[in-house]
Structures are given as structure tokens and as C-alpha cells.
């Protein structure tokens, strides 16, 4: 089976730098996937790390590690706009793009 | 400006009725792809396709069924087979679906209630 866990909820505070998580245990792995979905909206890719390391991306950053299963988005100078689930996604191996998503983590940045 | 169409974006439905949620997509994709969204769980796939005319279950495919009679739609329809129908609907688009790096397009999503 495919599991992949975030933590729910996290508060963090405008200005502030914040981390979110995301391990997975899934067979076969091509990637991990962020998206940020706003309430009711669709969510929107942020970034794709297959290998190892840090990607950078104005305020926001993904990293990877492949032997831990283990990834984090990193948002830098937090804005009230940034109050968002950021859904974290597996993209699996086999014929097509299969991509198995994580529950989702609920940020809400407050002043 | 290229995108996804989810339409309507509210829909209910009665008992024994059944319904269908529209997608179009004007980006050329070729994979197309149906989730369902509820309160504290991932999306979860219900349908995908590869290509038109043809197209594969998901992980919860049991009361829903798809067609893919062109490149561009990709049509849901929530049967009376579905009992607990209520939740958000995506629909997602990526381009050549062996392209996994490729991130999928979501439209803004139907929320279907039961009345």
C-alpha cells in the first residue's frame, strides 16, 4: 500500500519562515509533487524534486531525501495570502502518472 | 488562456438520480483525471485516462463511470450505485501521462451535496 503522512494543521506567524513535513512509505517512487490548495479552489503546483537535495523557488523551497522518504516545503516571509493546504504528492512508478496525495497540511498564518 | 472547466460548480442530487459533472480542458493534455476530495483525506482517484477512447479505474471507482470521446472532455457521471456521493470533485489534466515529472492542471472543482 501507499502511505503518505503530513501533519494536519500548523500556525505560523506573518514574517516567519515555516516547514512542513511530508514522509511516505509507497511502492515505487518517481518524485514528490507540492501543491498548495486554497479552500474550495484547485490546488496549484509549487514543485517537483526527484532527486535528493534542495529546490529553491523565490520564498519557497522543497527538499528531498530519497533513502529517509522524506521531503519539506519551506516557505520563507510569510504572507497572510499564503493561509492555504499544501498537499503533498507521491508520483509513483509503473505505466502512467500515477500520483497517490497525502491528506494535506492546513496552514493558516496569522499577524 | 489555456485551462481546465469544471461545471456546474455546485450540483445536488436526489436519491436514485444520477449525475454528471462536466470537465473540458483547452491545454492539449492528453491524461485526464477524476478525484475525490472529503474533509481529512487526499484525493483520491476515481478515474483516469490515458487517451481518447479509452480510460482506466481509479482506487474508488464503484458508483461513478467516464467516457472519452474527445481529446478535450472528460465527463463524470455520480450514479445512484454512489451512496455517499457528497464531497469536492477535481478534475486534472498533465501531458503525455508517461511524463511523470509532468505536474497535472486541476479546474476549480464541483461540490456535489445530496438533498
Known amino acids: 500500500g501507499q502511505n503518505i503522512d503530513q501533519p494536519t494543521e500548523m500556525t505560523a506567524t506573518e514574517g516567519a519562515i515555516v516547514q512542513i513535513n511530508c514522509t511516505y512509505q509507497?511502492?515505487?517512487?518517481?518524485?514528490l509533487f507540492w501543491y498548495q490548495q486554497h479552500a474550495g479552489e484547485a490546488p496549484t503546483f509549487l514543485s517537483y524534486?526527484?532527486?535528493?537535495g534542495l529546490e529553491e523557488k523565490g520564498r519557497f523551497s522543497s527538499f528531498l531525501s530519497r533513502s529517509k522518504g522524506y521531503s519539506y516545503l519551506l516557505l520563507k516571509e510569510l504572507q497572510m495570502k499564503d493561509s492555504a493546504s499544501y498537499l503533498c504528492a507521491v508520483s509513483l512508478s509503473g505505466g502512467y502518472q500515477k500520483v497517490t496525495f497525502g491528506t494535506g497540511t492546513k496552514l493558516q498564518v496569522i499577524p | 488562456d489555456g485551462g481546465i472547466t469544471q461545471s456546474p460548480k455546485y450540483l445536488f442530487r436526489k436519491e436514485g438520480q444520477n449525475v454528471t459533472l462536466s470537465c473540458e480542458q483547452n491545454?492539449?493534455?492528453?491524461?485526464m483525471y477524476w478525484y475525490r476530495q472529503d474533509p481529512g483525506q487526499g484525493l483520491r482517484l476515481i478515474y483516469y485516462s490515458q487517451i481518447v477512447n479509452d480510460f482506466q479505474k481509479g482506487d474508488i471507482a464503484e458508483g461513478y463511470s467516464v467516457s472519452r470521446e474527445k481529446k478535450e472532455s472528460f465527463p463524470l457521471t455520480v450514479t445512484s450505485a454512489q451512496k455517499n456521493p457528497t464531497a469536492f470533485y477535481l478534475c486534472?489534466?498533465?501531458?503525455?501521462?508517461?511524463?511523470?515529472?509532468?505536474?497535472?492542471?486541476f479546474g476549480d472543482g464541483t461540490r456535489l451535496s445530496i438533498l
Open positions: 524534486n526527484v532527486l535528493d
Open positions: 491545454l492539449n493534455h492528453d491524461a
Open positions: 509507497t511502492s515505487g517512487f518517481n518524485g
Open positions: 486534472a489534466s498533465s501531458t503525455y501521462p508517461k511524463h511523470r515529472n509532468q505536474p497535472q492542471h
